[in-house]
Structures are given as structure tokens and as C-alpha cells.
């Protein structure tokens, strides 16, 4: 029994880079519900967190997410992932209205020797639930996206890092004049993930 | 998060950076007595050595640790961070959203905010404070309970002066005597436009009803039936004109056909001095003396029977003349109460559920809603005689127009739903700018006055029409 617990509460490579991989599928669907980007009617609710959570039910978004996520899962196990960025642009003019920014910093030692660290599971789901719970409420500070937008998804990897054809370089997509606010953090003793949303400040303010 | 200057390896190479003084202290140990020959010594370029050897082994370590730190915390876009990154996007794009999808969110959390703009670009809109134009209307009876004023759907203004009738012209400013009745049969109680706005209804104080062609001036018929004064008229938007009396009947009259007395409803029990048809003309209200309010659903009351009404509103404390039917809401009533009620209500006259109700602190004499926003005027007697523009639903007071010495008795509003003109017991007529201006109407109104200041009448500010 007590081996079983403590069995469970090991956190190798791989299964932080899962739990990492799927933390971000949430967080890209729960932005883009709570931002609007897509009719309400195209989300299904999920249990997840002990939250419910919003799902993008439809195909061509769906099949984005799977495959943006598929390949960050592929980098975080090499520990080459630095950041992921969601861009909200204008659809009109793509300028970029908001950058939701996760940092990621990966335990050098556990890439290098291979080793495992110990957190147990309940203690990082309460952190991602925290995090998720920030990105529900961020709607009532952020400034409202009075135009049709659009997202996207950049990754920041090592130099080194393999590319596969489906993916291209791109620029940063900074906001001009920007305020950034901290979210909070989940770390799975693997890979450590800081939030915070950048978004365009009011002309008016 | 540590800062920079707090990291182990800067302070270690802070601390362990070896100064000349280390040097010589060194040297001093040697022998029990050492004098240094400085000049023999070139301290910088011991210096230089030294701190060179900390320098490449360090910096690389401080320079890494630094720029990470500074990335990290304080520029987080920064370009630094970029040298030892590749940004990518995945190829394929996500799909925009579909065409003409209204965001929720926007609506969620803006609906107040644009409303509130709205509301207030609204409420900030130019309400003149004072009559546009004021007519002198010597002899108006200064009576609750008629109802002396009508605009046409032809833009002429019929008003009852004692025992005549004249039709102001609002395109002109020319003022002419419709009809005038003997002191027998008058004073004249009562005036309404048929809704083709040619024809005109007279309510007689001897009970009859007078029906007039307003452009050749001639009297079409003589309707009669009721056994006392005819305090209010009302067309139902047909040939059908209904009338409320003191001898306490509503009549319906066919005015087509020779036994014009189609229906007769006696459901109230004092003077009936507040009649209207609702736009649609399936439903009349019909208000009292005796504080009562009724519908009447024109499918039902044909029967006759005395509780043939649809509905039965007893909750104002007074006299209910004011009634006006919503343009923008079907179903939906306004009614005011008289002295003792001073109540503005709402209705919806399908459930008969009384909607909202307003206390105005003032005898409510008439009522009329705005055609192009949410509002309404209500016009009011002691003790400020003022109109009273009202938001709807909210019920926030708008504006308050003074300017009238006594109650302000009737309402009437131009066809095009901008100008209300409202006659009150000091025997003028007033005429307010109330509801608005469009653009599109700005043309017209000067053409308008163009044609007002060749006939001379608007140099008037205050004009007789008698």
C-alpha cells in the first residue's frame, strides 16, 4: 500500500512532459472560450482539475490544438521547450492584442542523468487548478476585444531543437505598449511553468 | 526570485576577487620585517592579472545567470532571451471564427458599458428646456376631464377653444375656424383625428358627436346617442370611433354606415375621460372617473354584456385620463392617475399584469410616447405644471420641461413623432422639441420655417390664433 503511494507520487521526465502537454490543451480551450474567439455553442464541458472546463468541439480547432500540443509534448520530454505563447491578433489587422506567455524552466539534472523527482499528483493538480481558475476570472480585467480575433500558438525551443516541416519560424508577435500581469506557477519538480497574460493597454487609461 | 546581484556566483566573485592590499599583506609575511619596495611592484598590472583570472573564469557564468535573470524578470519579450531561442509557430493556422458570429463576451461584459454610453449620449441629447413656439389659446376650458387637443397625420393641430374649433397648420403656421357650435350645444369636449387625417371627430357638450371634412371645412354627420358629454374620442385606425361620456357609456360607431351604433359598453360608473385605441386596433383601453381602468378586446366586446372587458385595473387612486399604447412594445399600457393617484403605470394588457408603477408627485394629465426612442412624456398639473421626459423601462427622469403657469391638460404629438404640443389651463399652446431631431428631418424643418418666416409668423414668438 505504502509503495504504491509512494510509486505515484514519482514524477520521471515523461510524465511531467504529460502533464505539462495537457495543461496546455486546457489552457489554449479555456482561453479561447473565455476570450470569445469562438461562438459559445462550439464548447463541450469537460470535468478536469476538479474544475469544469471548456472544450473546443469543433474539428478544425480541435485538430490544431491536438497537433500544436502533440509536438510541445515531443520538446518538453527533450527539455527543449522554453516558452509557449497563445497570441490573440486582430483578425483584421493581426496586430497582437494578447500575448498569454508560460515559461517554462526544465530541471537540467533530471535531462542529463535521467533521475526522478517526488511530488505527489494532488499537489499539482491544486496548482493548475489555481492557474485555470486565474485565466477564468483574467475576463474581468482584461481590456475587451471589440474586433473578430484570431489565436495563435509560438514556441520558444533551444537552437538545437529538432523542427519538424509542419512547424515555421516566426516572430515574437509583441504587443506594443503593453502590461503584463503575473499568474501563478505550477511546477512538477520537473518542469517548473510560469503564467502571466500581456495584453495591450487602453488608449484612454 | 533572488536578484542578480544576490546570485551565489556574483557575490563569490565579489568576495573572492583579490585586492593589492591581500597582496602586499602576503608579502609582508615573509619576514619579521619587510619594507615593500612599491617601486619595484606595478600594482596594476597585478591588479589587471588578478581580477583577469576571475574575469574568464566568471563572467561567462554571471554574464549566462544575469541575462537570464533579466530576461526572466524584468524584459520578459526582450530580445536577449531570443539569441539562445527559436520561436516557432505551427503551420497550420487555426480556423477564424465564423462569419457574422457576434461575441458573447463583448456583450457580457460591455452591455452596460455601451448602454451606459448610449443611455448617456442620450440623455445628454440637446432636450430644449423651453417651448420651441408658444400660440395663445384664449377660452380653453380648464377641465381634467376633455380632451381638446389632436395632431393630424397631416400635420394640422386641432384645438377647442370654448365653443370652437380651429385647425392650426403646422407646415404653414395659418390658423383656421373649423366649426363653431351655439352656446346650447357647446362647449365643444372633446376633438380627434380619423386616422386619415382629414376627418375629424367633435365630441359635443349636448352629447353629440360632429363629424367634419377639414379641408372643405363641411360637417359629413350629426352622430348621436349619448345622453351627456362627450369627454373623449378615439378611432381604432378604421372607420370605427369610439366615445367615452359622462353619462358613463362607451360607444362604438361605424361611421360608414346609418345605424352607426355598433356596440355600447357600460362598465364604468362615472365620467369616461380617457380613451385610446391601441395601434394595432384590436384593443381600446378606456379610463374613468371612478379610478377604473379597462381593456377591451374588440372580439369581445361586441357581446355587450357588461363585464365583456378583458381586463379590470383598479389600482389607481384617482380620475384615469392619461392612457397611451406603446409604439415599440405591443400589449404594453401607460397609464396616469389623476390628484389622489399621481401614478404612472405600465400594463401588459394580454396577462393584465401591472408591469411597473411610478409615483410622479404630480396629477398626471397626459401621456405620450416617443416613436423613435424608449421614452416617455408625461405632462403634469399642481405644482410645477411641467412635462416630464421619462427613460423607459428604466423610469430615469430625463428631463423636465417648465414653462406652462397652469396643469398642462392635453398632448398631442406631430406625425413625424419629434414635436409634442401640449395645451395647458393657462391657455397657451405650447410647442417642445422634445424627442429629437434627426438629420434627415433637419432638411425639412428648415423648408418649414422658410415657409413660416414668409408668412410672417415665426417673427411671432407668441402668436393669437384667434
Given at each position: 500500500m505504502a509503495t504504491a503511494q509512494v510509486a505515484r507520487d514519482i514524477i520521471t521526465l515523461k510524465g511531467s512532459a504529460d502533464i505539462v502537454t495537457e495543461f496546455f490543451c486546457y489552457a489554449v480551450n479555456s482561453i479561447i472560450y473565455q476570450r470569445g474567439l469562438y461562438p459559445e455553442e462550439q464548447f463541450g464541458r469537460v470535468k478536469k482539475y476538479g474544475l469544469t472546463l471548456l472544450v473546443a468541439q469543433d474539428e478544425s480547432v480541435k485538430k490544431f490544438i491536438t497537433g500544436v500540443t502533440a509536438q510541445l509534448a515531443a520538446w518538453l520530454q527533450n527539455g527543449q521547450l522554453q516558452r509557449v505563447v497563445l497570441v490573440i491578433l486582430d483578425q483584421r489587422t493581426l496586430e497582437p492584442l494578447e500575448r498569454w506567455n508560460f515559461l517554462i524552466e526544465t530541471d537540467q539534472e533530471v535531462i542529463q542523468k535521467g533521475i526522478s523527482k517526488r511530488k505527489s499528483d494532488a499537489d499539482i493538480m491544486k496548482e493548475i487548478q489555481a492557474i485555470m481558475r486565474q485565466i477564468t476570472s483574467c475576463v474581468t480585467f482584461l481590456p475587451c476585444l471589440n474586433s473578430t480575433c484570431i489565436f495563435d500558438v509560438l514556441a520558444y525551443t533551444d537552437k538545437d531543437a529538432a523542427v519538424p516541416m509542419t512547424w515555421t519560424d516566426s516572430d515574437a508577435k509583441i504587443i506594443e505598449n503593453s502590461q503584463v500581469v503575473k499568474l501563478r506557477s505550477f511546477d512538477t519538480k520537473v518542469h517548473k511553468i510560469d503564467a502571466s497574460v500581456a495584453f495591450k493597454m487602453d488608449s484612454d487609461a | 526570485m533572488a536578484t542578480p546581484c544576490r546570485s551565489p556566483s556574483l557575490r563569490k566573485a565579489l568576495l573572492e576577487r583579490p585586492s593589492p592590499d591581500v597582496a602586499s599583506r602576503k608579502s609582508q609575511q615573509?619576514?619579521?620585517r619587510f619594507i615593500a619596495n612599491r617601486t619595484s611592484m606595478d600594482f596594476d598590472i597585478a591588479n589587471y592579472m588578478l581580477a583577469k583570472e576571475n574575469l574568464d573564469h566568471e563572467q561567462p557564468v554571471l554574464n549566462e545567470e544575469y541575462r537570464k535573470q533579466l530576461a526572466g524578470n524584468l524584459l520578459k519579450d526582450s530580445n536577449l532571451m531570443h539569441k539562445n531561442s527559436r520561436i516557432l509557430a505551427f503551420k497550420s493556422k487555426p480556423p477564424p471564427p465564423p462569419e457574422g458570429f457576434e461575441r458573447n463576451a463583448k456583450l457580457l461584459y460591455s452591455e452596460n458599458v455601451h448602454g451606459g454610453a448610449a443611455k448617456r449620449s442620450k440623455i445628454y441629447r440637446h432636450i430644449p428646456q423651453s417651448a420651441e413656439r408658444t400660440l395663445d389659446a384664449p377660452d380653453l376650458l380648464d377641465d381634467y376631464y376633455l380632451n381638446l387637443l389632436d395632431w393630424s397625420s397631416r400635420n394640422v393641430v386641432a384645438v377647442a377653444l370654448g365653443n370652437t374649433v380651429y385647425l392650426w397648420h403646422a407646415t404653414s403656421g395659418s390658423i383656421e375656424e373649423l366649426m363653431q357650435v351655439s352656446e346650447d350645444d357647446g362647449p365643444v369636449t372633446s376633438v380627434s383625428w380619423g386616422p386619415d387625417g382629414k376627418h375629424i371627430a367633435v365630441g359635443l357638450d349636448n352629447g353629440e358627436i360632429q363629424l367634419w371634412?377639414?379641408?372643405?371645412?363641411?360637417?359629413?354627420r350629426t352622430l348621436k346617442g349619448h345622453t351627456?358629454?362627450?369627454?373623449s374620442l378615439a378611432w381604432n385606425g378604421g372607420p370605427i370611433l369610439s366615445s367615452g361620456s359622462r353619462d358613463n357609456a362607451i360607444f362604438n360607431h361605424d361611421v360608414r354606415i346609418r345605424d352607426h351604433l355598433t356596440t355600447k359598453m357600460n362598465a364604468?360608473?362615472?365620467?369616461?375621460?380617457g380613451l385610446k385605441w391601441s395601434l394595432s386596433g384590436q384593443q381600446l383601453a378606456s379610463g374613468g372617473n371612478d379610478n377604473l381602468l379597462h381593456i377591451w378586446d374588440a372580439s369581445m366586446m361586441a357581446s355587450g354584456a357588461p363585464s365583456s372587458y378583458l381586463h379590470r385595473f383598479d389600482e389607481h387612486q384617482a380620475a384615469v385620463k392619461a392612457l397611451a399604447w406603446c409604439p415599440f412594445q405591443s400589449n404594453l399600457l401607460a397609464s396616469g392617475g389623476g390628484t389622489a393617484d399621481r401614478c404612472i403605470k405600465f400594463w401588459n394588457t394580454q396577462t393584465g399584469a401591472c408591469l411597473n408603477s411610478v409615483d410622479t408627485n404630480s396629477q398626471v394629465c397626459a401621456l405620450q410616447w416617443s416613436r423613435h426612442e424608449k421614452e416617455l412624456l408625461s405632462s403634469h398639473g399642481f405644482s410645477q405644471n411641467q412635462l416630464c421626459l421619462w427613460r423607459y423601462p428604466s423610469m430615469v427622469k430625463m428631463a423636465e420641461l417648465r414653462g406652462h403657469t397652469s396643469r398642462v391638460l392635453h398632448l398631442a404629438q406631430s406625425p413625424d413623432g419629434y414635436t409634442v404640443a401640449s395645451a395647458a389651463g393657462d391657455e397657451t399652446l405650447r410647442f417642445w422639441q422634445v424627442f429629437g431631431t434627426p438629420d434627415n428631418n433637419k432638411q425639412q424643418l428648415l423648408r418649414t420655417r422658410s415657409v413660416e418666416s414668409t408668412t410672417g409668423i415665426n417673427n411671432v414668438s407668441c402668436a393669437n390664433i384667434r
Open positions: - | 615573509l619576514g619579521c371634412e377639414s379641408t372643405a371645412l363641411t360637417k359629413m351627456a358629454r362627450v369627454g364604468h360608473e362615472q365620467e369616461v375621460c
